[in-house]
């Protein structure tokens, strides 16, 4: 089968929604840094670098492995460091400085991409910095939105496919998990998109959760220069909003064209 054609244009505009559902945008950095990272260095630098981020904390990695002495053979696990979690001074910006990369989100309520994408970067910066990578091994744009309903069968009010039962059986849809995996033709890229619904979680949560998962990453290792770090970014960034554009019905996207409700 041919693949459909597919062009990233960025003449087309896509809705600005101050209300979008979204819980929790990242990006993320896959990089086998050249300098070797050590906890302690590490730490002092972050805490340097960044004091609109206190307060660091360890990240631990689980090795499990078998040893073998005198024909007995047992299970070994120990713990090494993996990186520092960072938490921003106003609690909206997670950062991961991991040995292998940085990955940086952006919780509720979401601003815009400029402003998270501008964060990102600074904190790459700073890693690269640090770690001096030749190169990026994956890069990945990831947005998880979280769309409240009141009940399972406004899916179909939200979702331009929404999940059908067997035909003929009139079954009612309890919950479902969509994953598909797409390739981007003529581009360097591939995609998840993974669409479920949670059921409430809590006596004082009243409503369903359909959430809406949209991860565009990189195929191919590429050298992390600003002019093709920036060209990723945008081309990466356009695609999420189209991809979410075309999963949503054209009349939900206007639920969200105003500021959702505050609690002040």
């Not at 904190?123 to 769309?147: C, H, K, S, T």
Request: proline share 8%; with cysteine.
């Amino acid at each position: 089968m041919t693949p459909t054609s597919f062009k990233i244009d960025f003449a087309e505009q896509f809705d600005h929604l101050p209300g979008a559902p979204i819980a929790e945008a990242v990006i993320h950095w896959r990089a086998h840094p050249e300098a070797k990272l050590e906890a302690a260095t590490l730490l002092a630098e972050l805490t340097t670098r960044l004091p609109d981020y206190p307060e660091p904390k360890q990240q631990q990695e689980l090795h499990v492995g078998a040893e073998v002495s005198q024909d007995r053979a047992s299970v070994q696990q120990h713990h090494i460091w993996h990186g520092f979690q960072l938490q921003s001074s106003d609690k909206r910006y997670i950062a991961q400085f991991t040995r292998t990369g940085l990955a940086v989100s952006r919780l509720a309520p979401y601003e815009n991409w400029a402003k998270f994408r501008d964060e990102a970067v600074r904190l790459w910066n700073i890693y690269r910095d640090l770690a001096r990578p030749p190169e990026v091994q994956r890069l990945g744009v990831r947005y998880i939105n979280v769309i409240r309903l009141d009940t399972m069968d406004q899916v179909s009010q939200v979702l331009e496919s929404p999940p059908t039962p067997p035909k003929a059986m009139g079954l009612p849809i309890g919950g479902f998990v969509y994953q598909t995996r797409f390739e981007i033709p003529g581009y360097a890229y591939e995609m998840n998109v993974v669409q479920t619904i949670q059921p409430p979680s809590t006596e004082t949560e009243e409503k369903f959760g359909l959430i809406l998962d949209v991860d565009v990453f990189t195929t191919k290792p590429f050298v992390d220069d600003e002019e093709t770090l920036t060209q990723k970014l945008r081309e990466m960034h356009w695609i999420k909003n189209k991809t979410f554009f075309n999963c949503i019905r054209p009349d939900a996207a206007r639920l969200w064209k105003t500021d959702p409700p505050t609690s002040e």
